[in-house]
């Protein structure tokens, strides 16, 4: 499998972006796939999270309410649509895929397997 992000920006504080992660390769419905986050000088940050089925979902506590992921197996496609952006928001965001799930929490950075290159996000005014 690889990924490919799009969708990211430049976009006003309070504005909305919807990011896309498309998946090559028959098995995507196979993986977890996530969301993490990346500004230079920091580590990346888990965004958030949905099952294979897209039954399940986890969401970083500083951005629930915010965004919401979802998931197109038939599209290949992970979606993150991303509400009332702010400043602190603009970051490089990365898609990813896992084999593994945890029952009460995100499966952590290390454990995602593929990795897409990328998309920017810059929110400003």
């Known amino acids: 499998v690889q990924l490919v992000e799009s969708g990211g920006g430049l976009v006003q504080p309070g504005g909305s972006l919807r990011l896309s992660c498309e998946a090559s390769?028959?098995?995507?419905?196979?993986?977890?796939m996530g969301w993490f986050r990346q500004t230079p000088g920091k580590e990346r940050e888990f965004v958030a999270q949905?099952?294979?089925?897209?039954?399940?979902?986890y969401y970083a506590d500083s951005l629930k309410g915010r965004v919401t992921i979802s998931r197109d197996n038939t599209e290949n496609t992970v979606y993150l649509q991303m509400n009332s952006l702010q400043f602190e928001d603009t970051a490089v965001y990365y898609c990813?895929?896992?084999?593994?799930?945890?029952?009460?929490?995100?499966?952590?950075?290390?454990?995602?397997?593929?990795w897409g290159q990328g998309t920017q996000v810059t929110v400003s005014s």
């Open positions: 390769g028959r098995s995507f419905s196979g993986y977890v």
């Open positions: 949905i099952s294979w089925s897209g039954d399940y979902t």
């Open positions: 990813g895929a896992s084999r593994k799930w945890r029952m009460s929490t995100y499966t952590p950075l290390d454990e995602y397997e593929i």
